[in-house]
């Protein structure tokens, strides 16, 4: 059974760094040849924004009205992959899915989400 | 980007009701790449739907989606008292992947 399970800070200050990781159990993202592994996130009481994807080969997908501030790592060895978006201001207040993604694009599943919020 | 539109926004309806949801496409989705979630408070969305009419894994056959082009059509055919929360609709057929502003599923 594939789980995904996101973690890092629950505040981050504006003008600073929002760094995420998503730790993956169940399969490999190296092996896993047929999935792409992304993050999209969700603004208090609003609808849902996806964010970019990676693929094991490092191929990076984001975005664009996101793109110039997100950069989306894997690291093989420990099963993991992570999310950092700079230059964050209150807008980016939101809870952030990491989800693994089906070849054609769609999310499943998802991590049960971490609330980031950006506050002085 | 493709923009989808979702209808209604809200859906009073009681238990064993049929639920008609629509995600209307601002272009035509390719290859029917559409999924439809369901999110429930506090919780992450889950797949329902994909390439529009697919079930997911242990999804109910009470659910169902159909369509094609830019329109398409969740339908829940007897209503249980799980199935009230908002469900949203996604397309994968261009980037970037984006989704509907969801369709809120309440008890009348």
């Known amino acids: 059974q594939v789980q995904l399970r996101e973690s890092g800070p629950g505040l981050v200050k504006p003008s600073g760094t929002l760094s995420l990781t998503c730790e993956v159990s169940?399969?490999?993202?190296?092996?896993?040849?047929?999935?792409?592994w992304g993050w999209v996130r969700q603004a208090p009481g609003k609808g849902l924004e996806w964010i970019g994807e990676?693929?094991?080969?490092?191929?990076?997908h984001y975005n664009p009205s996101l793109k110039s501030r997100v950069t989306i790592s894997v690291d093989k060895p420990k099963n993991q992959f992570s999310l950092r978006l700079s230059s964050v201001t209150a807008a980016d207040t939101a809870v952030y899915y990491c989800v693994r993604t089906s070849v054609t694009r769609w999310f499943d599943p998802w991590g049960p989400g971490t609330l980031v919020a950006v506050s002085s | 980007e493709i923009v989808l539109t979702q209808s209604p926004a809200t859906l009073s309806l009681s238990p064993g009701e049929r639920a008609t949801l629509s995600c209307g496409a601002s272009q035509s989705v390719s290859s029917s790449f559409l999924a439809w979630y369901q999110q429930k408070p506090g919780l992450a969305p889950r797949l329902l739907i994909y390439?529009?009419?697919s079930r997911a894994t242990d999804i109910p056959d009470r659910f169902s989606g159909s369509g094609s082009g830019t329109d398409f059509t969740l339908t829940i055919s007897r209503l249980e008292p799980e199935d009230f929360a908002v469900y949203y609709c996604q397309q994968y057929g261009s980037s970037p992947w984006t989704f509907g502003q969801g369709t809120k599923v309440q008890i009348k």
């Open positions: 390439d529009a009419s």
């Open positions: 169940g399969v490999s993202i190296t092996t896993s040849s047929r999935n792409w």
């Open positions: 990676i693929y094991h080969s490092g191929s990076t």
